[in-house]
């Protein structure tokens, strides 16, 4: 798959080199898209996770109810923002692209296209 604006790379999970090529495909096309949309880069904080990564880092954990974050299956990405101004540019690049899932926090903005969870916006 080829991509204009980020390298599998980038998606990497600290702890498994490559790993970012356990991205979904479809998830990375709208990112693009979005990247296209926004005329800003995105900087990506954390894209693919392994499970022992997403618990390092806090992140939702499988359980039985759960199937856990969606950074481990390649659904999800956060984008690093500096400010409001930033901020506003990547949220309405992400939903102009088709996303649907996006969490707002002061230093970063998750979105994902995990297709077992519902349309949401949160906030951290």
């Known amino acids: 798959m080829s991509l204009r ?3 599998h790379s980038e998606f990497d999970s600290p702890d498994l080199p490559d790993s970012g090529k356990n991205m979904d495909n479809t998830f990375l096309d ?6 296209a949309i926004a005329g800003i880069s995105f ?12 618990a390092k880092v806090g992140g939702k954990p499988k359980t039985a109810a ?3 974050s969606s950074h481990m299956y ?4 956060d ?7 930033e901020r506003w540019i990547v949220v309405k690049s992400l939903i102009d692209a088709g996303f649907k ?3 707002i926090a002061k230093t970063f903005i998750h979105t994902d296209n995990d297709p077992d969870k519902p349309n949401a916006i949160w906030s951290y």
């Open 101 to 103: 899932r996006i969490g």
């Open 30 to 35: 709208m990112l693009d898209n979005a990247r």
């Open 5 to 7: 604006y980020f390298n």
């Open 43 to 54: 900087d990506i904080n954390s894209g693919y996770r392994t499970e022992q990564h997403n």
């Open 74 to 77: 390649g659904y999800a990405a």
């Open 66 to 68: 759960s199937k856990g």
């Open 79 to 85: 984008i690093a923002v500096q400010n409001g101004a």
